[in-house]
C-alpha cells in the first residue's frame, strides 16, 4: 500500500516496551489515527514491507533488528525514503542523537517523555509530509466535519461520535459516491486486526446513522446491496 492511501494517518509504533507501547498506542488512537504495533525490529520490517503507514515511532534499541538499522533500510528503499520516522531512545548524548539524524529520522525523543509533546511533535510531521491529510473541513450540505477540531456538525447541532464513528464518516466523506467495501473499510478505519470481522462495520454504520439522522432528515449514507456503504454525492445538492 502506497503512503497515504487512506483518509485517515495510519501510525505504526515499534516499542519493545509493553507498557510505553500500550500508552502511545492509547494517546494515538484517542486524537483518531489508526496505529498498529509490533514489539520486535524484524516483525516491523515484515509489515513495513507489506503496508506503508503514514508515520513509523520507533525505538532505537530493540530485539531482532535495531531501530538504527531499520530507519537506514527506510531510507535506502524508494518507497519509504520519505516515510517520517520519530526515534525513542534513552540515550540523551548529543553524538547519539546526531547519529539518529544523520540515517534519516526526521526527530528524535529522549526517554523519559512528555506525552503531549510526542503528539504535538507526530501532528507537526504529518503536517508537513502530508497536510491534506491533517487539516481542513469535509462539507456536504449541511453536514461538516472538523478534521482539527475532531468536530461534527448537521446544521446548528453538534453530532456528538466515537473515534469509530468519527473515522469511519470521514473516510466515507472523503470520496463521496465511491462504494467502499466492509473489509476495505475494517482495512482503512481500524487498521489490520485479527479480531475485528466484517459484521463490526454494519454495526458502526447504524451507530453513525443513528447520530447523524434525526426524524425525516435525508440519511447521507448509502447501503450498496452485496457491494458495501458510500457517501451520498447527491448529499446537499440542489
Known amino acids: 500500500m502506497e503512503p497515504g492511501s487512506s483518509t485517515t ?3 505504526l509504533v515499534v516499542e519493545d516496551e509493553a507498557a510505553l507501547s500500550l500508552l502511545l498506542t492509547y494517546n494515538l488512537e484517542s486524537e483518531g489515527y ?17 503496508s506503508v503507514p503514514d508515520l513509523v515511532i520507533l525505538d532505537w534499541m530493540l530485539p531482532g533488528v535495531s531501530g538504527f538499522e531499520i530507519c537506514r533500510r527506510l ?9 517520517p520516522v520519530i526515534m525513542l531512545t534513552a540515550r540523551g548524548e548529543e553524538a547519539e542523537r546526531v547519529r539518529g539524524l544523520s540515517i ?21 510531521l ?30 446548528e447541532r453538534d453530532i456528538h461520535l466515537g473515534p469509530t464513528e468519527f ?20 482495512d482503512s ?6 479480531e475485528i470481522d466484517e459484521r463490526t462495520v454494519d454495526v458502526h454504520v447504524g451507530r453513525l ?6 426524524g425525516r432528515e435525508r440519511d447521507p449514507l448509502r447501503t450498496v446491496r452485496g457491494a458495501g456503504y458510500s457517501f451520498d454525492e447527491t448529499f446537499g445538492k440542489a
Do not use: C, N
Not at 489508526?34 to 507489506?50: P, S, T
Not at 478505519?189 to 485479527?194: F, M, Q
Not at 446513522?209 to 434525526?214: D, E, L, P, Y
Open 9 to 11: 494517518p495510519r501510525i
Open 75 to 83: 531510507r535506502a528503499r524508494e518507497a519509504t525514503r520519505d516515510l
Open 189 to 194: 478505519v481500524w487498521g489490520d486486526s485479527a
Open 104 to 124: 534519516g529520522a526526521d526527530d528524535y525523543v529522549v526517554k523519559p517523555f512528555s506525552v503531549p509533546e510526542l503528539m504535538a511533535r507526530v501532528r507537526s
Open 34 to 50: 489508526v496505529v498498529a504495533r509490533a514489539e520486535r525490529g524484524d516483525d516491523a520490517e515484515v509489515m513495513l514491507a507489506e
Open 167 to 186: 473515522r469511519l464518516l470521514e473516510h466515507l466523506m472523503e470520496k463521496p459516491g465511491r462504494v467502499f467495501s466492509r473489509a476495505q473499510l475494517l
Open 209 to 214: 446513522r443513528k447520530a447523524i439522522v434525526r
Open 126 to 155: 504529518l503536517r508537513r509530509a502530508r497536510p491534506e491529510r491533517i487539516a481542513g473541513r469535509l462539507q456536504a450540505g449541511e453536514l461538516m466535519l472538523d478534521r482539527t477540531a475532531r468536530r461534527v456538525r448537521r446544521g
